[in-house]
């Protein structure tokens, strides 16, 4: 086993170790900590942060790669690699990934979606529905108990959630009892009754049921295709859990990369004044001036064209994809940079005239100083608010550049391509629906947990929400 | 005020110079046109021949800036700098890489584009204040919040499940218009009223939302008390007063967008088969038509810029607080 680092991994566990540093930091400031409670007192904040998390932990499995060692032939000492990548979350997912079938089924199908001629033992045809390979393959022939079957995974899912959710909740209660120096018990009735500070009530029971769709697919997944299988028989279900870790680096990368620029130029822009704030204003309204979508279809088929020309640098395919995501990331990154700039340049411009400022001014402190002392701190949450309100709008931005034809790789998963290729499918008679049904699903979770929750932080850290 | 807009026009021209130079850098230095000929041509087994032959059919075997061959000015003119990127400047876009007259295609696919825009604008607007004035009407109470929640769903809902879905279910399911394609004249009538539709529904969680921001930020002024102290009933406050000073955010909003209207909508264009300035930019990136992609993006910074200067006038006229030094 060879682990693979792309660039794209790199950068999304630099981004969380990132995070994980500066919440251990911001628990011992109290300034920081008291928005951020302000944030989670909120109940749909809360259960849209779990929710948010399910997808990352979906995401960051599917983040460690690795390229499994082929069987040795005896010809040569050295070990060769299978060109394929794969990650935890694929091994995690073993046999749904594996088990290919011929073409479109439908979900929990036991049968084929299109008829076919199959020859019978005695010579003679017939058109029928073939049996799937894999979906249902613990069933009789006919397909026959699918339901009773299909019951008693999902009542067995239900009894592990809820005996799971238990779990959590004494365990939860434990913990808190012990920091609050009040008995487990006595915990466990304030959470049930909510009047914890936080909503755990809200927390565990979004926690169960998510647990609840995970023993759901745990059980269910192995037995059927739950969403359906594709055009190639691949199972839609693998698809859309492999797209998560594409939206959520689309989503948090592109930020991550143009934030350095955004405050850099923009405080510099407001604070320095002057030519370098002509400079600036210059730069982000000729890059603003480029209609979006055109200037990313531009660089994108540039892109196409090196990478056509220069097959020699990419190793393997996913590497090639990697590339071209991390790409995509930073022209998103550049063109959606100007509107953080300058807002940070309206902030810097004010702060400058404050009175803090001109007395660090008045005795002397460096104008570096000032700026990463006075006034990052004090801008530090116009960034946060942007950066959480641009991350849904950027995973929706991902479907349509796909569609347009210059987003992710077509090889790589992601709701865009799954959208793209559903159109066609539902032109189909009858509808091919689970492929559309199932990105829809799943992005509108994302993108309606990330909504909630950016409300929520901008409530709570705007300083003009906060005071209505 | 005549001053203004001069100088305004002015400042623009370096901003175009600076679109024209990005764009430039883009198509002809990132890659040469030998890497757009081999692109073109398939990437197996081309000989530099067709390479040659692709380049000069194009206009691509200039040189790229400097043409030390020619004589005097046209050293400077026979370049690909000159004919393909300077001529933007006086809208002669030329033609594009399989030989069609850009200039008369956009005059061709405008007024589709139009056809869709304008109306979508128009009914988008009216729906979305009236939603906003509503949730306004009813701030705090049950129905403001399940309206924000509602617009935070819409909003988390895709464009393009809200054009898949729509062409689903109105065309394919009820019949109740055809899927998609255009017509000439008042024809194209039942072609237009799906996309509209769409477009105006996929917008209303935004649009309502951000707009009843609007109205709850003026309904918060002393103006508004005043009003109430005075006796006013609650919704004459609301119409005659909220909604004249609310209305300034939004309609200079909307003017910044006039001029893009041009352009067309990228996907509602291309998937109802619209034959507009929008499907026409999908279809050149989809055929990698280089040429057509740097007059589009030439093209919009021009519009952007004016849409820009548009509000900064707009500003003056529905806020006569606003003066332009």
Redesign the interface.
Same mark, same amino acid.
């Given at each position: 086993m060879m682990p693979v680092l792309l660039w794209t991994d790199a950068l999304i566990f630099m981004l969380t170790a990132v995070v994980i540093i500066f919440v251990i930091y911001a628990r011992s400031k109290p300034h920081l900590r008291t928005p951020w409670y302000r944030v989670f007192r909120g109940r749909i904040a809360a259960a849209s942060v779990v929710v948010l998390l399910a997808f990352i932990v979906v995401g960051l499995l599917d983040s460690l790669h690795f390229r499994l060692q082929l069987e040795d032939n005896g010809n040569s000492d050295a070990t060769h690699y299978s060109v394929a990548v794969l990650s935890v979350l694929d091994v995690m997912l073993g046999p749904v990934r594996t088990q290919v079938e011929k073409t479109y089924s439908a979900p929990f199908a036991t049968h084929l979606f299109a008829r076919e001629t199959i020859e019978r033992e005695d010579g003679t045809k017939l058109r029928a529905y073939p049996r799937l390979q894999y979906g249902g393959r613990h069933l009789p022939a006919s397909g026959e108990g699918k339901g009773r079957d299909i019951l008693q995974r999902s009542l067995l899912a239900l009894v592990e959630a809820l005996l799971a959710g238990t779990i959590i909740l004494y365990a939860t209660a434990a913990l808190l009892g012990r920091r609050s120096g009040r008995s487990s018990r006595r915990m466990r009735q304030l959470i049930i009754a909510r009047q914890t500070m936080l909503p755990w009530r809200t927390i565990i029971v979004t926690g169960t049921f998510i647990l609840l769709l995970v023993f759901l697919a745990v059980n269910l997944a192995s037995a059927f295709h739950v969403l359906g299988t594709d055009k190639v028989g691949q199972d839609v279900f693998y698809q859309t859990l492999k797209s998560i870790r594409t939206g959520l680096l689309i989503g948090t990368l592109t930020t991550l990369i143009m934030l350095p620029f955004a405050i850099f130029m923009g405080i510099v822009a407001g604070y320095a004044r002057g030519w370098t704030d002509d400079v600036v204003q210059?730069i982000y309204?000729?890059l603003?001036?480029?209609?979006g979508?055109?200037?990313i *279809?531009?660089?994108i088929?540039?892109l196409?064209?090196?990478i056509?020309?220069h097959p020699e640098y990419f190793e393997t395919t996913v590497e090639r994809a990697d590339i071209r995501l991390l790409f995509l990331c930073i022209i998103l990154g550049i063109t959606s940079w100007t509107g953080l700039c300058r807002l940070l340049r309206g902030e810097a411009l004010k702060l400058r005239e404050a009175e803090y400022i001109q007395a660090a001014t008045s005795f002397g402190v460096a104008h570096g100083k000032i700026i990463t002392r006075h006034i990052l701190p004090n801008v530090m949450h116009v960034v946060l608010i942007t950066v959480v309100l641009d991350f849904?709008g950027l995973v929706?931005a991902e *479907?349509?550049l796909s569609?347009?034809?210059?987003g992710v790789d077509p090889t790589m998963n992601s709701?865009g391509n799954m959208?793209n290729s *559903?159109?066609l499918e539902?032109a189909r008679e009858p509808?091919v629906w689970w492929s559309?049904f199932s990105a829809?699903l799943f992005?509108?979770v994302l993108?309606?947990a990330a909504?909630?929750f950016s409300?929520a932080v901008r409530d709570a850290f705007d300083p003009r929400t906060r005071e209505? | 005020m005549f001053a203004y807009i001069v100088r305004r026009l002015l400042y623009a021209i370096?901003?175009l110079i600076?679109?024209n130079l990005?764009?430039f850098y883009?198509?002809f230095v990132?890659?040469s046109p030998d890497?757009?000929a081999?692109?073109h041509l398939g990437?197996k087994r081309v000989t530099p021949e067709a390479i040659e032959k692709w380049k000069a059919s194009h206009g691509y075997d200039k040189p790229l800036l400097l043409n030390s061959e020619a004589d005097a000015l046209d050293k400077v003119t026979d370049t690909i700098f000159f004919e393909k990127s300077l001529k933007l400047f006086v809208f002669d876009f030329g033609y594009s890489d399989d030989g069609r007259d850009i200039s008369f295609d956009i005059g061709q696919r405008m007024m589709p584009s139009l056809a869709i825009a304008i109306p979508s604008l128009i009914i988008g607007l009216m729906v979305n204040i009236t939603f906003a004035l509503l949730m306004a009407f009813f701030r705090g109470t049950y129905i403001d919040v399940s309206g924000v929640i509602l617009c935070?769903?819409l909003?988390?809902?895709?464009?393009?499940?809200y054009i898949?879905g729509g062409?689903?279910l109105l065309a394919?399911s009820f019949r109740l218009m055809p899927i998609s394609g255009f017509d000439s004249g008042l024809d194209a009538l039942k072609f237009i009223v799906l996309p509209v539709v769409i477009g105006v529904v996929s917008g209303i969680g935004s649009g309502a939302r951000w707009y009843r921001t609007f109205f709850l930020e003026e309904a918060?002024k002393d103006y508004v008390r005043t009003a109430r102290a005075k006796g006013l009933s609650e919704s004459l406050v609301l119409f005659r007063h909220i909604l004249r000073n609310a209305l300034i955010p939004i309609v200079t909003g909307v003017v910044v967008l006039l001029p893009?209207l041009f352009?067309g909508s990228?996907?509602l264009e291309s998937f109802f088969a619209i034959p507009g300035l929008g499907s026409y930019?999908?279809d050149a990136?989809?055929n990698?038509d280089?040429a057509i992609?740097?007059v589009?993006?030439f093209l919009?910074?021009v519009l952007?810029?004016i849409g820009l200067i548009l509000v900064d006038i707009t500003y003056t006229i529905v806020d006569p607080r606003v003066r332009l030094t």
């Open positions: 210059y309204t000729t603003n001036s480029i209609p979508v055109l200037l *279809a531009a660089s088929l540039m196409q064209v090196y056509a020309n849904s929706l *479907a349509v569609y347009v034809g210059v709701w959208i *559903a159109r539902m509808v559309l829809f992005m509108f993108v309606l909504n909630l409300d209505r | 370096p901003i600076g679109v990005l764009t883009l198509f990132v890659n890497d757009m081999r692109m990437m935070v769903v909003m988390s809902i895709s464009a393009m499940f898949i062409q689903f394919k918060g893009l352009m990228l996907l930019t999908i990136i989809n990698q280089f992609v740097r589009m993006v919009g910074s952007y810029i």
